[in-house]
């Protein structure tokens, strides 16, 4: 199954780490890939390095990528990370596959369309799990399950930062 | 700040799971209060009985609650997991309170409505989440992020029941 995790909301990653927490606890095997975050110093990556049943690879750099004049490097990585992608999922190795911010990526245009729905084809008896804003319609339609985020409120609109243990 | 996690499409418990996951990471103490679900075996609780500085309250029975005739059980059980929320609240013991499913048990008046707004007014410095369906609109206009998690597309449409590893 592809399920899709998108929209301006808070609350898309975050739903992906609670059915990676889910899977583990039946005894899973779980690979989780993010896109455009290469930085181990989240929350959630310390609090998952105690399950051994759980790979991570992160894929981008520290910098945020500059949606209107992306670097060389932003589309190296977007690459790579597909490249993962499609190795994790021919291996079948993992019953949940995670690609987090995947949907930026495309949308961006670090990855093309073409690339992520053939990760699809790829999904097999595992669930793949795609997160990010923007999924394109041609994702949509292919996936079996869509949650749109909708953002109804958020505090950063009324000044709050992004905060550590709450948005990393 | 208050954060709700509301709608009919898949993601609200999952995301406070992951918000839950976050905050463990950067050592905060957190408490899951869940309502309507008196079941220890989902996934979850067994990946997230890993961790210290994590305190789990369980409310309900394992039975699901029937919307036109709740049993005298569900409403004692419901204000149980109220009283002990307002104890950890009023503790200031822990820098995240998630409180699962408390929308639903207020929509299926379990729980009267007040208490629940009494709730968002313990507060304080800590982070509050509150998920589930039917959040009722005070709820929402006390709140500081809300996020809506609309259905675009479900599997269970389809005829695919609720699976282990991912739907508990």
């Known amino acids: ?48 390095s105690k399950f051994e049943n759980l790979d991570i690879f992160k894929f981008g750099t520290k910098n945020l990528v500059d949606p209107k004049n992306p670097a060389e490097i932003d589309f190296k990585e977007a690459d790579a990370g597909w490249q993962k992608a499609r190795e994790v999922l021919k291996s079948a190795k993992y019953q949940l596959i995670v690609l987090d911010e995947i949907n930026v990526a ?6 093309p369309l073409e690339k992520q729905l053939e990760l699809c084809e790829l999904a097999g008896t595992a669930e793949l799990v ?28 009324s000044g709050t930062p992004s905060r550590e243990g709450i948005e990393f």
Chains 1, 2 share one sequence.
């Open 1 to 48: 199954m592809v399920q899709i995790y998108t929209g301006n909301g808070k609350g898309k990653t975050t739903s992906s780490l609670g059915l990676i927490l889910r899977a583990l606890g039946h005894g899973w095997r779980v690979c989780l890939i993010q896109f455009m975050k290469n930085d181990w110093s989240y929350g959630e990556i310390i609090s998952l």
């Open 106 to 111: 495309v949308f961006m245009k670090l990855l």
């Open 130 to 157: 795609m997160t990010g804003r923007y999924a394109d319609e041609k994702v949509i339609a292919r996936a079996d399950l869509v949650t749109e985020m909708r953002e109804v409120k958020h505090y950063y609109a």
